[in-house]
């Protein structure tokens, strides 16, 4: 079995969903959502589909326009038992400086929400890595799991995030044939310590860069790691698998 642990299928990029997620019917998929109006949409994927689990949750680039109605929608949601985590949420300054605090307020907020409801958080991180370290290791409680979605910093923070019991989410950034430093991470860190995600529709692993990329192409994430790390393809599997069942409190499902 393989688990996307973050991806975006939804109707504005895919013109045939129920393809895409056909090919995963043997297989787990967790949907992401970033704006406030997708939760409608999740809702509706994973009470159509069994092998279909979301999370849901505000992203950093609406922290100026988001309102209250937004959180409380978000909130109202979390007690569905598809509902697996709150995310992807986090810091992004890759565009600027100028709304930080608007962006950490939302982030502890909702921070809140997943301490308070016990889902999973999913963080989006990006030219933010020493805030987003300080706020998580802040206002997290102890017993709230956190997986960092996408992982792009260095090795030192990977160490200091998987020592916290953080999960690192490796996509097809992976398979890119000048990236470094994550091959670096994924050559040096247990494999313990990763989940499996696409990101779809973004980020297509080689060798299908340039197309739209879909939960299926995980499968292609996993064989590098294995390339990488010099194991058993199914080993990456059987391993990432219990890291995300694990992570996302999937105890039910039969490995």
């Known amino acids: 079995m393989m688990i996307d642990t973050h991806c975006h299928i939804l109707k504005e990029d895919y013109d045939n969903i129920e ?24 809702i509706d994927l994973i009470e159509k589909y069994d092998n279909i689990y979301g999370t849901i949750g505000i992203h950093p680039e609406f922290a100026n326009t988001y309102t209250k109605t ?44 997943a301490n308070k409801y016990h889902k999973t958080i999913v963080i989006h991180s990006r030219d933010a890595k020493e805030d987003t370290y300080n706020i998580i290791k802040t206002y997290k409680n102890n017993d709230t799991k956190c997986n960092m979605h996408c992982y792009g910093y260095d090795l030192e923070m990977a160490k200091k995030l998987t020592n916290q019991n953080i999960t690192l989410g490796i996509g097809g950034i992976l398979t890119f044939k000048n990236e470094k430093k ?21 980020l297509t692993p080689e060798p299908f860069r340039g197309h739209i990329n879909e939960p299926y192409n995980i499968k292609y994430v996993a064989e590098k790691i294995a390339e990488i790390k010099n194991i058993k393809y199914e080993e990456v599997l059987k391993q990432t698998t219990k890291n995300a069942i694990k992570q996302f409190d999937l105890k039910y499902l039969d490995i």
């Open 19 to 42: 393809e895409v997620i056909k090919k995963m019917k043997e297989n787990i998929i967790i949907v992401s959502s970033a704006s406030p109006k997708d939760i409608d949409e999740i």
């Open 70 to 113: 937004d959180l409380t929608k978000l909130e109202s949601n979390l007690n569905h038992p598809k509902i697996v985590g709150i995310g992807e949420i986090g810091l992004d300054y890759h565009y600027g400086n100028d709304n930080k605090e608007a962006q950490k307020e939302l982030f502890i907020k909702q921070i809140d929400l």
């Open 182 to 202: 994550l091959k670096k991470i994924v050559q040096e860190l247990d494999l313990k310590n990763f989940v499996l995600e696409t990101d779809s529709p973004y």
